[in-house]
């Protein structure tokens, strides 16, 4: 396995030949709708090495074996806002993946390729600071996967536990409880 995939999507190239397809990111939702490498010409969406890493990933990611979504790696996400100049976008997890007919801007002829709806984790526990450590430890063959998620931001490590039932409770945006807390709500002892 990977140790993580970097996701980056360049917006501002939507709709070319070099790029058919328009990723969506939504940060207020925690939602990305990533297209995989593939292009016009490609024999099979699934012979990229790209569209292969995703494939892999999503197999670990989707596993009801907390020992196996411990091994698998992360999607980083980044969005290239400009020419030469790449923001950060969080870290994710596929909820799906599955195959698309693209059509080339230029000759109009279909191919086929992935498409990942990916659910970006919310990383307010960390105060929404990627720390890199836990990608390092990830490639230090001595260490343990179990060993490894000490560093993990607290969302992947939830994920790791609970599996994909947790994802709506850990995505950026989640709607939070509003209503006040139990204590709140009770009357004081003897009132």
């Excluded at 980056?8 to 190239?13: F, V, Y």
């Excluded at 693209?102 to 970006?120: K, M, S």
């Excluded at 001595?142 to 490894?148: H, K, L, P, V």
Aim: with cysteine; charged share 25%.
């Amino acid at each position: 396995s990977s140790d993580l995939i970097l996701i980056s999507s360049s917006p501002h190239k939507a709709g070319t030949h070099t790029t058919p397809w328009q990723d969506e990111f939504d940060s207020e939702t925690g939602r990305v709708r990533y297209y995989g490498d593939s292009k016009a010409g490609d024999l099979s969406p699934t012979t990229t090495p790209g569209n292969r890493a995703l494939r892999s990933a999503f197999a670990m990611q989707s596993s009801p074996d907390p020992s196996v979504r411990a091994l698998a790696p992360p999607l980083v996400l980044f969005r290239r806002t400009a020419k030469g100049f790449v923001e950060f976008r969080g870290i994710g997890v596929m909820e799906s993946l599955e195959p698309v007919t693209e059509h080339d801007p230029v000759t109009g002829v279909p191919f086929g390729n992935l498409v990942a709806d990916i659910v970006v984790l919310d990383m307010t526990a960390e105060d929404d600071d990627f720390d890199w450590t836990w990608i390092s430890e990830r490639r230090d063959s001595t260490r343990s996967a179990a060993g490894c998620l000490d560093s993990a931001p607290a969302a992947w490590r939830r994920w790791v536990e609970e599996g994909a039932d947790a994802l709506h409770a850990i995505r950026r945006g989640a709607p939070r409880p509003t209503a006040p807390a139990i204590t709140e709500q009770v009357p004081e002892p003897g009132s």
